[in-house]
């Protein structure tokens, strides 16, 4: 695995010659923070040896190198789910490419359901724990030039990322939330129970994707920012679709843009 990395790496490096500092997963209707990325580079994902291509619809797949904010920085646009069929291993491929890239930093974002009923279709929730309920992407032979068999996960989240983003909103007038992301497999949206068990276990939103990265990123020592839009009452009781997730997510853009940017210009 370790040599398919670097060999990854190499084709990028002699693309590219770029350095990011930081790794940015846009996850759905977040496609817009590119649109302030100044590029100096973009890569289809297919035409990345050993990159798997994204199937999503409203999941473009490029790799994109430029500036962000001040920060020199390679976002994924469009990323893979295990519920799309990919391994574990091959979900978080790209984020172990971006860490031998030489990110020190990674930043996710995501759409979920709203399961802490003080929520609002349409807040910003800051991630700051998460239960994974996705098969855990480390299971197998462990690498050890990636980390340690065993992980911490005392600190999924940087508390000092969140604090950044805690002052970077203060100042820029925009409301967070803050909560425990539940990881599941998907395709499915949950069943009312399946909330409610979200709920009980210490879950305040649900979504299809993340956990794995977050693992991936952990077992390398990344230090990680993640955010969360809420594009569904998950608790109300009420249907919910991959339209209202794409609607509620692409009107958040622009918060989640101002946040995303003023902390890398912060950092
Ligand atoms: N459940 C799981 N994933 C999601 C949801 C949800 O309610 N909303 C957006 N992604």
Redesign the pocket.
């Known amino acids: 695995m370790i040599n398919t990395i670097k060999s990854t790496v190499a084709f990028i490096k002699e693309r590219t010659d770029f350095e990011p500092e930081v790794g940015i997963i846009l996850g759905?209707g977040l496609g817009g923070l590119v649109n302030h990325i100044e590029i100096a580079h973009s890569l289809p994902y297919n035409e990345i040896p050993n990159f798997p291509v994204s199937t999503v619809e409203g999941h473009a797949g490029r790799l994109i190198f430029g500036t962000l904010g001040g920060k020199k920085v390679v976002a994924m646009q469009g990323r893979f789910h295990y519920y799309e069929g990919y391994a574990p291993e091959q979900v978080v491929f790209p984020v172990r490419v971006m860490k031998f890239l030489g990110i020190k930093t990674l930043f996710v974002s995501?759409?979920?359901?709203?399961i802490n009923s003080s929520f609002r279709v349409g807040d910003l929730m800051v991630i700051t724990d998460h239960i994974n309920l996705i098969p855990n992407v480390l299971i197998g032979k462990n690498c050890a030039e990636l980390g340690t068999r065993f992980p911490d996960m005392s600190e999924p989240y940087s508390k000092a990322l969140g604090a950044i983003a805690t002052e970077v909103a203060a100042e820029r007038g925009i409301k967070l939330q803050y909560g425990c992301y539940v990881g599941?497999t998907?395709p499915t949206?949950?069943t009312p129970k399946e909330?409610g068990y979200f709920k009980a276990i210490g879950g305040d939103?649900?979504?299809?994707?993340t956990t794995p990265e977050v693992i991936a990123a952990r077992h390398m020592g990344l230090p990680v920012f993640g955010i969360s839009i809420?594009?569904?009452a998950?608790f109300s009781g009420q249907k919910?679709t991959h339209e209202e997730?794409q609607e509620e997510g692409a009107k958040a853009e622009k918060r989640m843009t101002a946040l995303i940017m003023g902390m890398l210009e912060r950092m």
Do not use: L
């Open positions: 759905t995501n759409a979920s359901g709203g599941t998907g949206f949950e909330y939103a649900a979504g299809m994707s809420i594009t569904n998950a919910s997730v």
